[in-house]
Nanobody, 122 residues
Framework: VQLQASGGGSVQAGGSLRLSCAVYGRSFRGDGVGWFRQAPGKEREFVTGITWSGGSTYYADSVKGRFTISRDNAKNTVYLQMNSLKPSDTAVYYC????????????????WGQGTLVTVSS
């Protein structure tokens, strides 16, 4: 199983980015896919999650109304559309898979991508 995150970059505050997480070899059990982020000197935090089956979603309060997670089952890809970006959104963003449903705890996920850096300048 391999997760490949892409789409990071540098934007000014108020801008938008779309991250992608392609999942290769998706024969594992576990319906949840999540996005986490880790800023310099801070702990990894949950951003949002989605289920492959029903498309249920859950968002951290800090991104609610600005970020949207979606999935394309045919492509085994999960997307994270980030709008109205703030400098506080600057972090390395990781996608993770293999949880039983959506979980905000990183240890519930069995597989992780390599991370993609998002930098938001003021």
């Amino acid at each position: 199983v391999q997760l490949q995150a892409s789409g990071g970059g540098s934007v000014q505050a108020g801008g938008s980015l779309r991250l992608s997480c392609a999942v290769y070899g998706r024969s594992f059990r576990g319906d949840g896919v999540g996005w986490f982020r880790q800023a310099p000197g801070k702990e990894r935090e949950f951003v949002t999650g989605i289920t492959w089956s029903g498309g249920s979603t859950y968002y951290a309060d800090s991104v609610k109304g600005r970020f949207t997670i979606s999935r394309d089952n045919a492509k085994n890809t999960v997307y994270l559309q980030m709008n109205s970006l703030k400098p506080s959104d600057t972090a390395v963003y990781y996608c993770a898979a293999g949880s039983n449903g959506i979980s905000s705890y990183y240890y519930d996920y069995a597989y992780w991508g390599q991370g993609t850096l998002v930098t938001v300048s003021s």
